[in-house]
């Protein structure tokens, strides 16, 4: 276990930089609160981990080998961060009046499921694989990368909810909280389609 301090520089720059969850983790706690979005992390960081442990014990060769199925998964990825930045870019502001309902945010479920749309969580993956594995035992090497990996990334998320708690207090006003919201849309279709077009 040589490499584990560069894997954990790695799996910090891969979970803290900008990507899609990210953007997503930061507009939902803005709208939801920091409460309503530890359960979206806990999903989106534990669906990633595992995806993780699948490409190493040896998915990430057979999609290696379907070209197409890769191309597909992304544009699928694509296509629905497209449809959620779209979401977010028609979101209300949150409303003071506790009494109105609130909109539920992404669920758990989506947020897992968002991790196998994700490009970039299938490129780390790739890049844990070819980089990381090493020779000897693949399959507890992996459970440890994995779980390392779910360790790291669940406080970044977590630093990025707390930048939207944060700047929900700061962008008071709805016309502030739009332009917020107007951003993220912007910086989610950026990251998204950049996976496919470079």
Same mark, same amino acid.
């Given at each position: 276990?040589?490499?584990?301090?560069?894997?954990?520089?790695?799996?910090?720059?891969?979970?803290?930089?900008?990507?899609?969850?990210?953007?997503?983790?930061?507009?939902?706690?803005?709208?939801?609160?920091?409460?309503?979005?530890?359960?979206?992390?806990?999903?989106?960081?534990?669906?990633?981990?595992?995806?993780?442990?699948?490409?190493?014990?040896?998915?990430?060769?057979?999609?290696?080998?379907?070209?197409?199925?890769?191309?597909?998964?992304?544009?699928?990825?694509?296509?629905?961060?497209?449809?959620?930045?779209?979401?977010?870019?028609?979101?209300?502001?949150?409303?003071?009046?506790?009494?109105?309902?609130?909109?539920?945010?992404?669920?758990?479920?989506?947020?897992?499921?968002?991790?196998?749309?994700?490009?970039?969580?299938?490129?780390?993956?790739?890049?844990?694989?070819?980089?990381?594995? +090493? %020779?000897?035992?693949?399959?507890? $090497? !992996?459970?440890?990368?994995?779980?390392?990996? &779910? #360790? =790291? @990334?669940?406080?970044?998320?977590?630093?990025?909810?707390?930048?939207?708690?944060?700047?929900?207090?700061?962008? +008071? %006003?709805?016309?502030?909280?739009? $332009? !917020?919201?107007?951003?993220?849309?912007?910086? &989610? #279709? =950026? @990251?998204?389609?950049?996976?496919?077009?470079?």
């Amino acid at each position: 276990m040589e490499s584990l301090l560069p894997f954990l520089l790695f799996a910090f720059v891969a979970s803290i930089t900008p990507g899609p969850t990210n953007i997503l983790v930061l507009s939902h706690s803005s709208r939801l609160g920091l409460g309503a979005t530890l359960p979206v992390i806990f999903g989106a960081c534990v669906a990633a981990a595992l995806i993780v442990f699948a490409v190493g014990l040896g998915m990430g060769e057979t999609l290696l080998r379907f070209p197409r199925v890769q191309q597909a998964m992304a544009w699928a990825g694509v296509l629905w961060l497209s449809w959620l930045a779209w979401q977010i870019f028609q979101s209300e502001p949150p409303s003071l009046d506790l009494t109105t309902s609130r909109d539920e945010g992404l669920s758990v479920f989506g947020a897992a499921i968002l991790q196998l749309v994700n490009p970039k969580v299938w490129m780390m993956a790739m890049a844990v694989a070819s980089v990381f594995i +090493g %020779s000897g035992e693949k399959t507890m $090497r !992996m459970v440890v990368l994995s779980l390392v990996f &779910l #360790l =790291v @990334s669940l406080p970044c998320m977590t630093l990025w909810a707390l930048v939207g708690v944060g700047s929900a207090r700061v962008f +008071g %006003s709805p016309q502030a909280f739009k $332009r !917020m919201n107007h951003a993220l849309a912007f910086l &989610l #279709l =950026v @990251s998204a389609w950049l996976t496919v077009l470079v």
